[in-house]
């Protein structure tokens, strides 16, 4: 069955230093979204991608992150200079184009992000 | 800002017994509510949705009804088995500015444990 891919599992970096996360979203999927989760809170929506530019971003989504698609298959968070609020499990999701009204997201494993 | 709330934060049902998992939301443009499951070290798995033109979805052992009156969701999972024993994300979708790339909203999650 296909699935999400997220790498690393875990990652962990120094207060002020660059992070790139990575996704594989699943083949034929058309949208593309991160979403984080501090421990112990509750799933939170960053930002939607479609057609190689943002669809959606929350209040979380600040200048510090940006978003990629660099060629056909991977797609990565960015964030510029890590800060300890930053630290959480990062998860990557992809949707189909799908019939109108749905709005089906399939995660992956996520990324667990540690800054000491 | 709890815009999808579940408010137990576990539940405990014995094997073979209906387990129903309540989420309540205060959002009336949400228009899409799905429901995941999460095992630790995993992301959330998809599991059932329904649309706000509904108000019952079934899929074998999983059924979700929508009470839009009263701005109430459930999740009856009939009869629970031990690999239900997870946690239970509800989340919606309104369709808004991501052109179909809209970002879900979480609620914070019910643990259900399925005692043998």
């Known amino acids: 069955e296909p699935e999400v891919t997220q790498t690393p599992s875990h990652q962990v970096t120094q207060m002020g230093q660059e992070v790139i996360l990575r996704c594989v979203p699943i083949?034929?999927?058309?949208?593309f979204y991160w979403y984080r989760q501090i421990l112990g809170q509750k799933v939170e929506f960053l930002v939607s991608?479609?057609?190689?530019?943002?669809?959606?971003k929350s209040e979380i989504f600040d200048d510090q992150f940006s978003v990629e698609r660099p060629d056909g298959s991977n797609f990565t968070l960015k964030i510029r200079s890590t800060k300890l609020e930053d630290s959480a499990m990062y998860f990557c999701?992809?949707?189909?184009?799908?019939?109108?009204?749905?709005?089906?997201?399939?995660f992956g494993a996520g990324t667990r992000l540690s800054v000491l | 800002d709890q815009q999808v709330k579940q408010n137990s934060p576990s539940l405990s049902v014995q094997e073979g017994r209906i387990s129903i998992l309540n989420c309540d939301y205060t959002?009336?443009?949400?228009?899409?509510f799905l429901w995941y499951k999460k095992y630790p070290a995993e992301g959330p798995t998809f599991l059932i949705s329904?649309?706000?033109?509904?108000d019952k979805n079934e899929d074998g052992r999983f059924t979700v009804f929508l009470n839009k009156s009263a701005k109430h969701l459930s999740l009856h999972i009939v009869p629970s088995q031990p690999g239900d024993s997870a946690v239970y994300f509800c989340?919606?979708?309104?369709?808004?500015?991501?052109?179909?790339?809209?970002?879900?909203?979480f609620g914070k999650g019910t643990h259900l444990i399925i005692q043998p």
């Open positions: 999701a992809s949707s189909p184009q799908g019939a109108l009204g749905k709005n089906i997201q399939y």
């Open positions: 959002n009336s443009m949400f228009d899409y």
């Open positions: 991608f479609y057609n190689n530019e943002i669809s959606e």
């Open positions: 329904i649309s706000s033109i509904k």
């Open positions: 083949s034929n999927h058309l949208y």
């Open positions: 989340a919606a979708s309104a369709r808004g500015s991501g052109g179909g790339a809209d970002g879900l909203t």
